[in-house]
């Protein structure tokens, strides 16, 4: 009897030992769940914004994109310590440029870059020393996308002692002295400008903004930007008014040779025309 009863009094014992532990095991789990679901709601609730920083040095006036530029998500004290509030948009656009040497791994911002349609952008693409040109040349042999900024060009002049060939529509009637070379070479290119010749504006000054870009279709005149010398710029201003200019890509291989009316036609000398007592040479007219 007394075993007995001793087995029925363990079995309560240990019976409700164990229940004591499996509350205290639910109580701890349900604790820890409970602990687990609020840090997720406060992870949800904490705010976080999108920053730039560079993977790499950046010069000034280079060319940056996204592709050299890491994007950073940071807490909201952290941003804030930096002065941001919200997602930084860099505004990026094709041929942004730095404004100033950008170390690695330091924050980027908008007013960091520059775009071609902004003052002072011309500015980053110009060599100390150098002086910027607007050239405006033809484009009846210039291809399409062929030279782009930053290219090196050799500027090439059609001339003549008898014809001004600056105007569009100059015609040479007399081939004494024509002659086509080189003036320059290993010219640095910054930008272009295209527009249609409207006669009426000949004679005006366009107000088109200059985008450093080119495209050079059909019937137009071109201006280019390019960087030049002082001491050139006076040369440069006389040729640019009294010949007929064109560019092409400069090739390391050699320069582009000069050329007279003897080298195009063989043997050239004129027709000589006797009359009494005087030699005259004449020529026919070219369009």
Same mark, same amino acid.
């Given at each position: 009897?007394n075993?007995?009863?001793?087995? *029925?009094? %363990?079995?309560?014992?240990?019976?409700?030992?164990?229940?004591a532990v499996?509350?205290?095991?639910?109580?701890?789990?349900?604790?820890?769940?409970?602990?687990q679901?609020?840090?997720?709601?406060?992870?949800?609730?904490?705010?976080?914004?999108?920053l730039?920083?560079?993977? !790499?040095? *950046?010069?000034?006036? +280079?060319?940056? $994109?996204?592709?050299? &530029?890491?994007r950073?998500? &940071?807490?909201? !004290?952290?941003?804030? /310590?930096?002065?941001?509030?919200?997602?930084?948009?860099?505004?990026?656009?094709?041929?942004?440029r730095?404004?100033?040497?950008?170390p690695?791994?330091?924050?980027?911002?908008?007013e @960091?870059?520059?775009?071609?349609?902004?003052?002072?952008?011309?500015?980053?693409?110009a060599?100390?020393?150098?002086?910027?040109?607007?050239?405006?040349i033809?484009? *009846?042999?210039l291809?399409?996308?062929?030279?782009?900024?930053?290219?090196?060009? +050799?500027?090439?002049?059609?001339?003549?002692?008898?014809?001004?060939?600056?105007?569009?529509?100059?015609?040479?009637?007399?081939?004494?002295?024509?002659?086509?070379? $080189?003036?320059?070479?290993?010219?640095?290119?910054?930008?272009?400008?295209?527009?249609? *010749?409207?006669?009426?504006?000949?004679?005006?000054?366009?107000?088109n903004? &200059?985008?450093?870009?080119? %495209?050079?279709?059909?019937?137009?005149?071109? /201006?280019?930007?390019?960087?030049i010398?002082?001491?050139?710029?006076?040369r &440069?201003?006389?040729?640019?008014?009294?010949? !007929?200019?064109?560019i092409?890509?400069?090739?390391?291989?050699?320069?582009? $040779?000069?050329?007279n009316?003897?080298?195009?036609?063989?043997?050239?000398?004129?027709?000589?025309?006797?009359?009494?007592?005087?030699?005259?040479? @004449?020529?026919?007219?070219?369009y």
């Amino acid at each position: 009897m007394n075993s007995r009863l001793i087995f *029925i009094l %363990s079995f309560i014992f240990v019976a409700f030992g164990l229940f004591a532990v499996m509350q205290n095991v639910n109580a701890r789990a349900e604790a820890n769940a409970k602990k687990q679901v609020q840090a997720q709601i406060e992870e949800k609730k904490e705010i976080k914004y999108v920053l730039w920083r560079t993977k !790499h040095v *950046i010069e000034r006036g +280079d060319v940056v $994109t996204t592709n050299q &530029l890491e994007r950073v998500v &940071l807490p909201e !004290h952290e941003a804030n /310590t930096l002065g941001v509030n919200s997602d930084v948009d860099l505004g990026l656009v094709q041929d942004s440029r730095a404004k100033q040497k950008i170390p690695t791994g330091q924050y980027v911002f908008p007013e @960091t870059f520059i775009a071609p349609e902004q003052a002072g952008y011309l500015d980053l693409l110009a060599s100390e020393g150098m002086i910027l040109y607007p050239l405006p040349i033809s484009t *009846i042999n210039l291809i399409n996308n062929y030279i782009r900024p930053g290219d090196r060009i +050799d500027i090439v002049s059609v001339s003549s002692p008898l014809t001004n060939l600056a105007d569009t529509g100059a015609r040479i009637t007399q081939f004494r002295g024509v002659k086509a070379r $080189t003036i320059k070479r290993n010219v640095k290119v910054l930008a272009f400008e295209q527009k249609p *010749i409207d006669p009426k504006e000949e004679t005006s000054q366009s107000s088109n903004s &200059l985008s450093p870009r080119v %495209s050079a279709a059909g019937d137009s005149k071109t /201006t280019v930007v390019i960087e030049i010398e002082p001491e050139f710029v006076s040369r &440069l201003s006389l040729a640019q008014r009294t010949m !007929h200019l064109e560019i092409y890509r400069s090739q390391t291989s050699g320069e582009i $040779t000069p050329a007279n009316m003897s080298d195009v036609i063989e043997n050239y000398q004129g027709i000589r025309e006797l009359r009494g007592a005087e030699t005259q040479t @004449t020529n026919p007219e070219v369009y």
